[in-house]
């Protein structure tokens, strides 16, 4: 979705300022935000790109405003609702009022967080079909405007590449936020800065974004 | 948070009033009287992020990388199993891929969508890294950002951008830096930090490591 979340080439926002020497948190409710947020997430009901949707379809002046966590936190509370695992009612009372909800897998353990930290969970799966572009290819990615979640960044829409790695197939985010399961092959597509910012753009840049097959269509190589 | 002194990337009060403060406490209790979330595991993770995980582990990478030509190799080949001999792996890192700095070319790792970041080896993301700034800029000026860092690069220096937008995972592996000859693998880790693994800086001077 053309949400808040969007950022690459938006202005306005001012430098950058790095924190010396910065924590890994800065306030207890942060470390129990992420922890959270992990913990819930095993316990199967939605996945990474469900989780990233629900994040990025806050409102953009509460996105934008808000630190991270809290929008972490903020979608937490959303996926929860939307599974049915809470109540608005208990959200807002911070009681319980019915039983729990069944979940598709057990209450995660302090010795299911350590393996889950451990191995995490791999995207990578067994290809449906063979991979249609090749390393060297030039592509075209796709102008777009799905109302559900996408990894294709705005300023990529339309813009002409050159295929340079090939990871394999991968879980498609696109359908994994609707809960569908679907491997696609994935690539690397590397842009010249100048073919997707235009005039005054900086020669010596070159910006590459992590693409879906589904995301991209195929242009004639250069004769 | 008023009680931070830090830049205004941590939020301001939420414009509906909502306290994430109370809010994440709540939740934590309601989640547990339900049964969801066990309080231990939720230390747990707390504990890996706050203290297990962290830059170091990328440095020991890194460092490795510059000592052992055929682990570089390895590593620029399949980041996700040369980081595993190391014992580096898991949540976040599930697909490593390494990409090398040469006195040609300087690459520079941003997520735009989120903040997707090489868990195992670098821990969490600084706020910096995730925040509106870093984010929008990194793709269209990276120049400038690096400026941000006190980094300027030549200008015959060309700039790669690596969009980390899906659950492939990058690391910088830094040029090694002039004066580091016949350092221990140690010693080399020291220079190495987060922001050289990130591309937003370059790894020490040893005489700079020291001050």
Known sequence: ?223 | MASCPCPTEHGRPAIDGYDPVARVKALEQLLVEKGYVDPLALDVIVETYAHEVGPMNGAKVVAKAWTDADYRGRLLANGTEAAAELGFGGRGGEHIVVVENTPRLHNLIVCTLCSCYPWPLLGLPPVWYKSPPYRSRAVIEPRAVLRDFGVTLPETTAIRVWDSTAETRYLVLPLRPEGSEGLSEERLASLVTREAMIGTGLALVPARAAA
């Open chain 1, 1 to 223: 979705m053309n949400g808040a979340q969007d950022l690459g080439g938006a202005m306005g926002f001012g430098p950058v300022r790095p924190e010396k020497a910065e924590p890994a948190f800065h306030a207890r409710w942060e470390e129990r935000a992420l922890a959270l947020t992990l913990a819930a997430g095993a316990l199967g009901e939605w996945s990474i790109d469900e989780g990233r949707y629900a994040r990025e379809s806050l409102h953009p002046a509460l996105y934008l405003n808000a630190s991270y966590y809290e929008i972490w936190l903020r979608a937490l509370e959303k996926l929860l609702r939307d599974k049915k695992l809470l109540e608005g009612k208990e959200l807002e009372t911070g009681r319980a009022s019915r039983p729990a909800a069944k979940t598709r897998r057990p209450k995660l353990t302090a010795d299911g967080a350590r393996r889950l930290m451990a191995k995490g969970t791999p995207y990578r799966r067994e290809p449906c079909a063979p991979a249609r572009f090749a390393v060297g290819g030039r592509v075209r990615a796709k102008v777009m405007n799905p109302h559900g979640h996408t990894r294709l960044p705005r300023y990529a829409r339309g813009k002409v590449g050159v295929v340079e790695r090939i990871h394999g197939a991968h879980v498609f985010p696109d359908a994994s936020a609707r809960g569908q399961s679907e491997p696609v092959w994935l690539y690397t597509v590397a842009f010249p800065a100048r073919e997707l910012w235009g005039e005054g753009a900086d020669p010596t840049l070159t910006v590459s974004i992590e693409a879906f097959e589904p995301y991209l269509e195929p242009l004639p190589s250069k004769g």
